[in-house]
């Protein structure tokens, strides 16, 4: 056991950035990728390279959620920083290989046709989460392998934080829980999608847009928790302006994704799309501003940041002035009504992702329908957990019209430079 503990704390305090700890990561990710196209049954290299392209992706924003997912739980068990949980996460990622490889050397090199659990009843998916999926096709042994040695070292990982074993067991079951809903997230989906009225089909640009949705709620929603570091030195327009800017560029992002312009025409796209983007991106950032300077009675700020806001409108097209009118009205309604801020800026955000896809298009009607009703609920869910956070910073300082790091700014702005790219010192 204290073999155990001095590794572990070697791997905490190395002295790795959490940069370095996501490029470790996405290599895993890749590699682990790479080698499943080789242990499925049929090489899914010999797949046309947008379907390979599109389950690779797919696969990537799985493992991203699981991350954040494992990170939450820890986190919580074991009150350790989430750095130092991360650096151990970073040290233990290329475990997930070892499913591929296992399954290449059972069946000799022939593979598995790997899937998510396929339930269809009710009664089937109990059955599954009880016996760890053993009569369910496309679970290999590999991967139960994996899972096994997975959840072990977790909890070999709890009791070294002196978390109770009756605690540890617990967080493995949600472990486990979490593992396994991931594994069904294509039956889950399909109940929510057919539940409000909308055919569903599985495929891996829906499973994209799920695991792309569900990455940025808990980002959104947790990263206060997770990574405090990052939102309890910046003030309260800085904030809205990077939460209102992210839902933008989903937007334009799914507008990409479900064009019908080719690959050449879309590069000769871009310079528009970029600009278009730059102008919204700079008159979302003096809103944010224009709307705490009025809170903080800076009027004469708040004057300024108007009139560059009409200058933006004067130079823009009609859709994108509709949308500053939209933004700036929703914004001034938040700063009077801040029980009704998190809706109001929730619908703000889901106003951003419909207009920065009709930057792309010319009308919404190829909006993934399915995504419409998920998007909105998840643009009001994220704004509301963020409103509630950002009232808490209030709390600490009056908003600034500028966004400032809290006292102390030179020494602070290293520490966060140096956590971001550097060891911590």
């Known amino acids: 056991m204290q073999i155990l503990k001095n590794i572990i704390t070697k791997c905490e305090q190395a002295p790795t950035s959490l940069l370095h700890c996501y490029v470790i990561f996405l290599s895993a990710v890749i590699l682990r990728n790479f080698i499943e196209c080789f242990s499925q049954r049929v090489n899914h290299f010999n797949l046309p390279a947008n379907l390979l392209g599109l389950e690779l992706l797919h696969f990537t924003f799985f493992y991203h959620v699981m991350f954040i997912l494992f990170l939450l739980v820890f986190r919580i068990s074991t009150k350790c920083s989430s750095l130092h949980i991360i650096r151990m996460m970073a040290a233990t990622v290329f475990i997930i290989l070892l499913a591929p490889i296992i399954d290449l050397i059972v069946t000799q090199g022939e593979g598995y046709n790997l899937t998510y659990i396929n339930v269809i009843h009710h009664d089937n998916l109990l059955r599954a989460y009880f016996t760890y999926a053993m009569d369910v096709q496309g679970i290999s042994p590999g991967i139960k392998i994996e899972i096994i040695i997975l959840l072990a070292l977790s909890f070999l990982y709890l009791r070294n934080q002196q978390v109770t074993v009756l605690g540890s067991l617990f967080c493995i079951v949600v472990l486990y829980s979490i593992i396994f809903f991931c594994g069904i997230a294509p039956f889950l989906f399909g109940k929510l999608i057919t539940a409000v009225g909308y055919s569903y089909q599985f495929s891996n640009d829906l499973m994209i847009h799920y695991y792309l949705f569900l990455f940025f709620l808990l980002i959104m929603g947790l990263s206060n928790y997770l990574f405090p570091a990052f939102t309890l030195w910046v ?191």
């Open 235 to 425: 003030k309260r327009p800085a904030l809205l302006f990077f939460l209102l800017s992210g839902f933008l560029l989903i937007g334009i992002a799914l507008g990409l994704y479900t064009s019908s312009l080719s690959v050449k025409q879309q590069f000769d796209f871009y310079p528009a799309i970029l600009s278009n983007t730059l102008l919204l991106m700079i008159s979302l950032f003096f809103l944010a501003h224009f709307t705490y300077a009025l809170r903080a009675h800076k009027n004469q700020d708040a004057i300024a940041y108007t009139l560059l806001a009409m200058i933006y409108v004067s130079v823009s097209n009609v859709k994108l002035t509709f949308l500053l009118i939209v933004t700036l009205a929703c914004l001034g309604l938040s700063i009077w009504y801040n029980r009704l801020a998190g809706m109001i800026l929730g619908c703000v955000g889901f106003v951003l992702m419909l207009l920065g896809y009709l930057l792309i298009h010319e009308n919404v009607y190829l909006f993934p329908k399915e995504l419409m009703g998920i998007s909105g609920v998840i643009a009001i869910v994220a704004t509301a957990i963020n409103t509630y956070r950002l009232k808490c910073l209030d709390k600490v300082a009056i908003p600034h019209p500028l966004p400032v790091v809290e006292s102390h700014p030179l020494k602070q702005g290293k520490q966060l430079h140096l956590e971001i790219f550097h060891r911590n010192e």
